[in-house]
């Protein structure tokens, strides 16, 4: 199979949080804790003209990420207990509940916020792409409830022969830190200069 990864349509994204809200519920977790976020960029202003009227330098976009599967992933290295695993077979990061002591040491050492830490059962947990979803035939929440599908999954490799390889974009941390298994079609005000 290789290595999965996710594809997210940046242009696409209206910020509606389907993908979220669907992975909030599939995954029954309380409030605060989300495996896949939304987010929004904004910057910019509104400028009166001395001759009237108001005209904007206004971008705005939005954002949807959780864990990356990332191919160098900080959070595993940083677990002292071992309850993180990345499969040798497609590459998908997960969080043995069984190990973790809830040290939150992973929460801290991953760039993109993925792991979440449970106050109620002192554990913390991330995505793990619905790999119970997969082994039916299914596709993991977030990229069945898209309604734009902005979101796609599969081996990475197919994924970026077919979009490219840009996997940051304003607002995220380098993709150099631990190599995430993501491609992006960037809303045009996310771009970065060397895109």
Excluded at 88 to 116: S, W
């Amino acid at each position: 199979m290789g290595q999965l990864g996710f594809y997210i349509n940046q242009s696409l994204c209206t910020g509606c949080k389907a993908c979220s809200v669907s992975c909030k519920d599939k995954n029954n977790l309380d409030v605060g804790i989300n495996f896949r976020r939304v987010y929004t960029y904004e910057n910019g202003s509104f400028m009166e003209q001395p001759g009237g009227g108001i005209v904007h330098n206004i971008k705005a976009f939005y954002y949807s990420i959780s864990c990356n599967h990332c191919t160098n992933p900080k959070c595993l290295p940083s677990c002292p207990v071992g309850a993180i695993f990345k499969d040798k077979d497609n590459g998908v990061v997960t969080i043995d509940q069984e190990i973790c002591q809830g040290t939150q040491l992973c929460v801290k050492a991953c760039p993109y916020g993925a792991p979440q830490y449970n106050k109620k059962v002192f554990k913390s947990n991330k995505c793990n792409l619905c790999i119970d979803l997969q082994e039916k035939g299914e596709d993991p929440v977030c990229v069945a409830t898209c309604p734009m599908r902005a979101i796609e999954f599969g081996p990475i490799d197919e994924l970026r022969k077919k979009y490219g390889n840009v996997s940051q974009i304003k607002g995220m941390p380098s993709d150099t830190i631990t190599n995430p298994n993501l491609v992006i079609t960037p809303h045009k005000d996310a771009r970065l200069s060397s895109s």
